[in-house]
């Protein structure tokens, strides 16, 4: 938030700052967030790979009322995403928890912290672009270089639907 202070010509204190931070658990999940995961719940294995610290992703938790075969935050892994070790935290996670190779699947919104470097540590990833009929980045930054994600969908109900109808197809 600091940093974004100094882009914008505005002064940003510490206490603003944490104020920001501080607010993270009060912030609720995207509408339809919640029964998607539900349903992708009763389907998949879901780990959560997040930016926040473990406190907070509690709160957030309770937003969602999904359950989560594991959940990493910035806060056990030590970066932020995009950074590498955030992702090779979560691949050796899916290990640990018999999720072989090929068999996971990086959702998410932000092609800057999530798509990119998912890709650069070999994964296959579905963007819930939330902004295909708008401009811009929004929240998130450009990413830094050209990224194709697997798979779009403009918001998880439908990403959850698709999902349902590939795994009813594969029986």
Request: negative net charge; hydrophobic residues 50%; without cysteine.
């Amino acid at each position: 938030m600091q940093l974004l202070g100094v882009k914008l010509g505005a002064e940003v204190t510490s206490e603003d700052a944490a104020r920001l931070a501080g607010s993270v658990p009060g912030w609720p999940a995207f509408p339809d967030s919640r029964d998607a995961l539900f349903a992708l719940g009763q389907r998949f294995d879901l780990i959560i790979l997040s930016n926040v610290d473990r406190a907070s992703f509690a709160a957030s938790s309770a937003w969602l009322g999904a359950t989560f075969a594991s959940v990493i935050t910035a806060q056990d892994v030590g970066s932020y995403k995009p950074a590498r070790a955030n992702f090779d935290a979560l691949i050796a996670e899916a290990a640990r928890l018999g999720i072989g190779p090929g068999r996971l699947l990086h959702v998410a919104q932000s092609l800057f912290h999530d798509h990119l470097p998912a890709k650069q540590a070999g994964l296959p990833t579905a963007w819930i672009n939330r902004r295909h009929d708008r401009p811009g980045w929004g929240a998130t930054p450009e990413p830094p270089a050209p990224v194709t994600p697997d798979w779009e969908f403009p918001s998880m109900a439908a990403f959850a639907e698709a999902a349902a109808a590939a795994a009813d197809s594969a029986r």
